[in-house]
């Protein structure tokens, strides 16, 4: 079935640092989204990208949809403390998938103030 | 902000019970997910639904999983006989049409003993 490999699996850094994480796969996707995830609770969207080349901005964030399809970025710039979470890359590859999302591993961060 | 709701927060049962976990997908939204993660992993689709049919389902959702839309704003997963390797977070999601934005509830947490 297909896969999203997502890294680093884990990154702790220091508040004002900016952070990156990516996520690979060997097969295309049509829809790449971010999310964050607090402990206990839903993943929450952050940037949702359509198109192959695409590079998308939410305040600090910003994500990329590779040319290939078959990869995506995130950077966070100027961490915060409230940054802290774990950030999950998601895929869908359209045709008869129906919506069906693909999650990464996740990423978890870790700020020190 | 609409929101999709999920109840209840946290359920706890005995091996081989029924339990129903429910959702309300936002209100003008056609497609409905459900997905589960188990502690510390990532986030597995289960089945997807839309116009009172299942469209997609994962090899996790065998015989002993049905989902259900009772009426016009409640969606339902019931786990007809519960083992003890259900025990997990379930997320309901919704989007307004297939390939677009999911939005996720904020999860049942079922715990079987």
């Known amino acids: 079935g297909q896969q999203l490999n997502q890294s680093p699996q884990s990154m702790f850094i220091q508040e004002g640092e900016d952070v990156s994480m990516n996520c690979t796969s060997s097969?295309?996707?049509?829809?790449w989204l971010w999310y964050k995830q607090d402990p206990g609770e839903g993943p929450v969207l952050l940037i949702a990208?359509?198109?192959?080349?695409e590079l998308t901005s939410n305040g600090r964030l910003t994500a990329q949809f590779g040319i290939t399809r078959k990869d995506s970025f995130l950077n966070i710039s100027a961490s915060i403390p409230s940054d802290v979470g774990i950030y999950f890359c998601?895929?869908?590859?359209?045709?008869?998938?129906?919506?069906?999302?693909?999650f990464g591993q996740g990423t978890i961060l870790t700020v020190h103030p | 902000e609409p929101e999709v709701t999920q109840t209840p927060s946290h359920q706890v049962t005995q091996m081989g019970q029924e339990v129903i976990l429910r959702c309300v997908p936002i209100?003008?939204?056609?497609?409905f997910y459900w997905y589960r993660q188990i502690l510390g992993q990532k986030v597995e689709f289960l089945v997807s639904?839309?116009?009172?049919?299942?469209?997609?389902k994962s090899e996790i959702f065998d015989d002993q999983f049905s989902v259900e839309r009772p009426d016009g704003s409640n969606f339902t997963l019931k786990i007809r006989s519960t083992k003890l390797e259900d025990s997990a977070m379930y997320f309901c999601?919704?989007?307004?049409?297939?390939?677009?934005?999911?939005?996720f509830g904020p999860g049942t947490r079922l715990l079987v003993l």
């Open positions: 999601a919704s989007s307004e049409l297939v390939g677009e934005t999911q939005y």
């Open positions: 209100s003008n939204h056609l497609y």
């Open positions: 998601a895929g869908n590859a359209g045709g008869t998938s129906y919506g069906k999302l693909t």
């Open positions: 097969s295309i996707f049509n829809t």
């Open positions: 639904f839309y116009n009172n049919e299942i469209s997609e």
């Open positions: 990208l359509y198109k192959a080349g």
